[in-house]
């Protein structure tokens, strides 16, 4: 039935996603003389079988999308949850990210984030999968990615929730009032359609929102993305050279291969005594929204990975002990597409700890900015500081605001900065939702975009339950839930 809200212009546009032998009940493509012009191929219109009929789909399996899906489940409703790759996590599982920054406000006196983040790590803790940090901004919380895949696993067959792995979503079904009526996805078995009435977007690229489409923006300069990996044998490395730092030998500019505009970080891996993952690579000038674009720096980002490790194998002693052990299944990806919703947050609002009457989440970690167009990151703070790191020079430090009397011990993110203007049944949660180039370095962390996952869910449950629209829904109603599911609401 949802058929009949096709234009050919939309199905021309989702067959244009996938190939005529992947497709269900499709004749073969026309070739030349048939198509619109030499430069495509015109495919006709196709039946596609709706595999699954649920009360929501959460495009994108992130933990964002995780959380969303579990959270609106909890309460009742039938979700599907559609990703990609063969595992739940996103950038803290297919891409080894393993640092969750702090849940205590800035004094580290008080709890700030709870719900779904902290059950998921207190999971984890009885698998010695975790190791909690004190008093870091940064750091609080060390993962151990393989572990929180299966325990992403666990979470999401518990709750009932419907999976999708290794599937593609490819276009939206939209019926003329603007609701999105099914998502059209590309499995192993082929052309399927998950019919639902509510959708969140949790691709981090505002991948369903774009093809509604509801308004995006990406910015000018977007932070370059990362490929992280894991090691063994870099603390041999360092018994054997005195004063040896990864960061600075990779960085040093008279080695041919040394990383130039770049930043690095690393952290252990609990349970796994000598692995480290490194985070030092850096590809600019890419939107990684962009199929061409994204292939290039997943090629880039491991090209600089080989240069790093070719630097200690050719230039240190005991360098041959250093050996790769894992490279990410996606890249790092900080930055694309932004949903346009009923709210943008600025940086103002959050350095200054604006309180929300709709907030739905809390944070503490600081704007960081990695710059595309010059070498290292910028910080700032709660408390009115600023810092420019760059590596092998010394920290810039200064204020971006004068001294007060009193700094706000966290910010808070609005409901409103994840419903996306003219939507009818959709929210997005992570890091696509609304914000100004400023406040985005501090909003999309992990830790922050999780809790914008499980808002997502509970707010689809109430909408649905309401027969109402995303604007529609009561942020104090939205805000009891989500403090009866362990969220902390302040």
């Known amino acids: 039935m949802a058929k009949k809200h096709w234009s050919r212009r939309q199905i021309l546009q989702a067959a244009g996603a996938a190939g005529a032998g992947a497709v269900l009940g499709a004749s073969p493509a026309t070739t030349a003389g048939r198509a619109a012009d030499a430069a495509s191929i015109e495919e006709p219109p196709r039946r596609t079988p709706v595999v699954e009929e649920c009360d929501l789909c959460v495009v994108g399996g992130s933990c964002t999308g995780v959380f969303a899906a579990v959270a609106a489940a909890r309460l009742g409703a039938k979700v599907a949850l559609v990703e990609n790759l ?59 990615s393989a572990e929180l895949a299966m325990e992403l696993d666990a979470l999401v067959l518990e709750a009932g929730v419907r999976p999708f792995l290794h599937t593609r979503f490819v276009a939206p079904v939209v019926a003329a009032d603007g609701r999105v009526t099914a998502a059209i996805v590309e499995d192993k078995t082929g052309r399927r359609a998950i019919r639902a009435r509510f959708f969140v977007d949790a691709t981090g690229d505002g991948d369903l929102v774009a093809r509604i489409p509801l308004p995006t923006r990406t910015a000018e300069s977007l932070q370059p993305p990362t490929t992280c990996f894991i090691v063994h044998g870099l603390d041999e490395v360092a018994r054997h050279n005195q004063g040896f730092h990864l960061s600075r030998a990779v960085h040093d500019p008279r080695y041919p291969q040394a990383l130039k505009d770049g930043f690095l970080w690393s952290a252990e891996v609990p349970g796994v005594p000598g692995a480290r993952m490194i985070a030092g690579t850096r590809v600019h000038g890419v939107d990684c929204s962009d199929a061409d674009q994204l292939t290039r720096a997943e090629m880039e980002g491991r090209r600089q990975v080989r240069a790093m490790c070719d630097i200690v194998r050719e230039n240190f002693e005991k360098g041959r002990a250093l050996g790769i052990t894992a490279l990410p299944a996606r890249i790092g990806i900080r930055q694309t597409r932004q949903a346009e919703c009923l709210h943008t947050i600025t940086e103002s609002e959050l350095l200054g700890g604006t309180r929300f009457p709709d907030a739905i989440a809390n944070g503490t970690y600081p704007v960081d900015i990695h710059h595309n167009d010059k070498p290292g990151v910028t910080f700032r703070y709660l408390d009115g500081t600023e810092r420019y790191s760059v590596p092998g020079q010394a920290s810039k430090t200064g204020r971006w605001r004068p001294e007060t009397d009193d700094d706000p011990p966290f910010y808070q993110i609005p409901y409103r900065s994840m419903v ?5 049944n959709v929210l997005v949660a992570g890091r696509l939702i609304d914000t100004d180039h400023g406040a985005y370095g501090a909003v999309r962390v992990m830790v922050n975009c999780n809790q914008t996952g499980q808002a997502a869910g509970v707010a689809a449950h109430l909408a649905l339950r309401a027969g109402a629209t995303p604007a529609e829904v009561d942020p104090q109603a939205l805000r009891q839930r989500l403090k009866d599911q362990g969220a902390l609401i302040l």
């Not at 580290?108 to 059950?119: M, N, Q, R, S, V």
């Not at 996306?420 to 009818?424: E, F």
């Open 86 to 144: 063969a595992y739940f996590g996103g950038v803290a599982t297919a891409s080894l990210v393993n640092i969750w920054h702090s849940t205590l406000d800035a004094n580290f006196d008080k709890p700030t984030i709870a719900g779904l983040t902290t059950e998921i790590t207190d999971r984890l803790r009885k698998r010695d999968g975790v190791i909690t940090v004190e008093r870091s901004l940064a750091r609080h919380y060390v993962l151990n």
């Open 420 to 424: 996306p203007r003219g939507s009818q």
